[in-house]
């Protein structure tokens, strides 16, 4: 491959520090590769209010739409948590406007990291390499958002719901990615109480008659955020909806250790690709330097590996972010006998590493 074109959108908080960190490894990989860099950078979230009064401006549909893939940081924060158009809202947007309907977050614990897991080593046993395959694009996040007032009351709501295509497009991506991994599939959905779940589930099964190779079993959600922390080891792929894959996947990054370790990718059906950590932009730690930005420099190895289908250089990256573990570390994930790096420090280990382990 001669050259890769990607938009990035560094967004808000600890974004922008994120994303320089995991762009140095990015040119690291591409010059030691031959591959020519071209970034375009784009706004998203609040500091797109800031400049232009909404969360996602057209030109940011654009030059997505006129890249290969998207690099994106975090977007939100309480300067805009008052405004109609908040950050999240373009960050929907975006998802949405790229036809991005898989979110697939991987969760596994790095050797080195067993010690910052809150979960015992007899729980973790031999390891957790789990895949949360999270629907991105519909549910209760894109049905009807309103209020009313019935007898002087004011009440709000919001509309999930799921068409069949939907969730067969979803449960064939986790049938797939599962044949790839360990053959295993665990749907997530609330079908004891929701209707959504009840169609949810039975297409479901409906789509696996094709996947027999492929074990699958149902858990309600409320079962499965337990199951997580009392024997995570038992997931392979998790597939569930847009919500209830949100909050499963913050709770299996603990598992790794950090919410900072934590990459996703978003996939649709075209070739674009969108790339973020799964965690936020962090208002607490902004602009201090203390960000991990693994989660965001794993970010781009599922691009690599995604999107350009660059095995050797994505899995140069993740060696890289093992070989860091063992250096340093950031606070987040800090260790007694390991120095403690900023955000900064820890983005020129990886890219001086990465290049080492390319040439
Ligand atoms: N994809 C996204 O852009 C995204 C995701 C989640 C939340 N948000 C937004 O981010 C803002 C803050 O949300 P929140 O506080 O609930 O969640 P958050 O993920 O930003 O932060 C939760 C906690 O984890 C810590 N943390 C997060 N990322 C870290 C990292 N890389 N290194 C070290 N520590 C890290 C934070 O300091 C904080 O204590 C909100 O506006 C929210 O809507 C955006
Ligand atoms: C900020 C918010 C809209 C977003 C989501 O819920 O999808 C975030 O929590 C995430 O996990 O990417
Ligand atoms: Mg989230």
């Given amino acids: 491959m001669e050259r890769m074109k990607i938009c990035v959108l560094k967004g808000d908080g600890i974004g922008p520090e994120i994303v320089d960190q995991a762009l140095k490894v990015l040119k690291a990989v591409c010059d030691a590769s031959g591959i020519k860099l071209e970034l375009d950078f784009a706004l998203l979230g609040g500091i797109a209010i800031d400049q232009t009064g909404e969360p996602l401006p057209q030109q940011t ?16 924060g309480e300067k805009w948590d008052h405004l109609p158009a908040r950050p999240e809202k373009g960050l929907l947007g975006i998802r949405s406007a790229l036809g991005l309907y898989a ?13 910052a897991s809150p979960l015992k080593d007899s729980v973790i046993g031999e390891g957790v390499d789990i895949l949360v395959v999270r629907e991105l694009t519909g549910g209760i996040y894109f049905g009807e958002h309103n209020r009313k007032t019935e007898n002087g009351m004011e009440i709000g ?10 969730v ?26 929701l209707e959504v779940s009840r169609l949810w589930r039975e297409t479901v099964i409906r789509v696996h008659e094709e996947y027999r190779d492929v074990e699958l079993n149902h858990m309600y959600v ?37 919410i900072g370790m934590l990459a ?35 970010s781009v190895a599922m691009m690599l590996r995604y999107t350009f289908s660059l095995e050797k250089e994505a899995d140069a990256i993740e060696k890289a972010v093992e070989l860091s573990l063992n250096h340093a570390r950031t606070p987040d994930i800090k260790s007694e006998d390991l120095p403690v790096y900023c955000t900064e420090q820890m983005g020129d280990f990886l890219a ?7 040439a």
Avoid: W
Wanted: proline share 4%.
């Fill in 352 to 358: 001086k590493t990465v290049r080492e382990l390319l």
């Fill in 264 to 298: 996703s990718a978003s996939l649709g059906v075209g070739s674009l690709g969108l790339y973020e950590p799964i965690h936020g932009s962090a208002p607490d730690i902004a602009g201090k330097g203390i960000a991990n930005p693994l989660a965001t420099v794993l």
């Fill in 103 to 115: 979110n697939l977050r991987p969760a596994k614990i790095f050797p080195a990291l067993k010690t």
């Fill in 168 to 193: 067969e497009r979803i449960a064939k991506t986790a049938f797939e990615l599962a044949r790839k991994r360990n053959h295993k599939v665990t749907s997530v959905d609330k079908a004891n109480v």
């Fill in 222 to 258: 409320d079962n499965a955020s337990m199951q997580l922390v009392r024997n995570p080891a038992q997931f392979d792929v998790i597939v569930t909806g847009n919500m209830f894959g949100d909050i499963l996947s913050d709770e299996a990054s603990m598992i790794s250790g950090s």
């Fill in 61 to 76: 549909i654009d030059k997505c739409k006129a890249s290969d893939a998207v690099l994106l940081g975090a977007v939100g």
């Fill in 157 to 166: 709501y919001d509309v999930m719901q799921y068409s069949t295509a939907e």
